[in-house]
Antibody
Framework: EVQLVESGGGLVQPGGSLRLSCVVSGFTFGSHYMAWIRRAPGKGPEWLAHIRPDGSEAYYVDSVKGRFTISRDNAKNSLFLQMNSLRADDTAIYSC??????????WGQGTLVTVSS | DVVLTQSPLSLPVTLGQPASISCRSSQGLVHSDGNIYLNWFQQRPGQSPRRLIYKISNRDSGVPDRFSGSGSGTDFTLKISRVEADDVGVYYCMQGTHWPRTFGQGTKLEIK
């Protein structure tokens, strides 16, 4: 069974940082692109970033470029999202997802990030 | 960025009746490899999204054949032939052809 479990969310002040983690099981993690997607209240999902299977290259949407960094540890079946300079509009549920065929075929349940003073 | 516009945004449906959701793209979705990466997701209350359809009309494993996808160019449709109580939730279209990958704003299906 494919499972993706995120952690690391919480309440953070504007300008602060958080590091999200996603542990994966049920498939060969190191063979797949992986992505982070967020769902803000009242909005459609937003695809933030994805990373190659070997971690050599990553792609970011403009709204997070320069502030967020996606990375992975294939030995630990883990995906990460380092989020810096957080703003109120970054408040959302953040999910990791398996990226196959230019889409996300499996998603985790997500972890809530709230940016507020 | 490609804007996906869904309609309707709210869809009350009687059990057993059909339902249809439209997704219109601001630009064509044909990739240089010839594929059209238009997908549909279902998000049930309290759950994360689940993919139903990929590349316009391909159903994911375990998705009932009551769900079907169609379309071409910039207009795409998700149809449910007979709505069941389990279908309540928000439905999103998503394109993977162009960067950044984008989603529609969602259509909330409820039982009338």
């Amino acid at each position: 069974e494919v499972q993706l479990v995120e952690s690391g969310g919480g309440l953070v002040q504007p300008g602060g940082s958080l590091r999200l983690s996603c542990v994966v099981s049920g498939f060969t993690f190191g063979s797949h692109y992986m992505a982070w997607i967020r769902r803000a209240p009242g909005k459609g999902p937003e695809w933030l970033a994805h990373i190659r299977p070997d971690g050599s290259e990553a792609y970011y949407v403009d709204s997070v470029k320069g502030r967020f960094t996606i990375s992975r540890d294939n030995a630990k079946n883990s995906l990460f999202l380092q989020m810096n300079s957080l703003r109120a509009d970054d408040t959302a549920i953040y999910s990791c997802a398996r990226d196959v065929g230019r889409t996300a075929d499996y998603w985790g349940q997500g972890t809530l990030v709230t940016v507020s003073s | 960025d490609v804007v996906l516009t869904q309609s309707p945004l709210s869809l009350p449906v009687t059990l057993g009746q059909p339902a249809s959701i439209s997704c219109r793209s601001s630009q064509g979705l044909v990739h240089s490899d010839g594929n059209i990466y238009l997908n549909w997701f279902q998000q049930r209350p309290g759950q994360s999204p689940r993919r139903l359809i990929y590349k316009i009309s391909n159903r994911d494993s375990g998705v009932p054949d009551r769900f079907s996808g169609s379309g071409s160019g910039t207009d795409f449709t998700l149809k449910i032939s007979r709505v069941e109580a389990d279908d309540v939730g928000v439905y999103y279209c998503m394109q993977g052809t162009h960067w950044p990958r984008t989603f529609g704003q969602g259509t909330k299906l409820e039982i009338k």
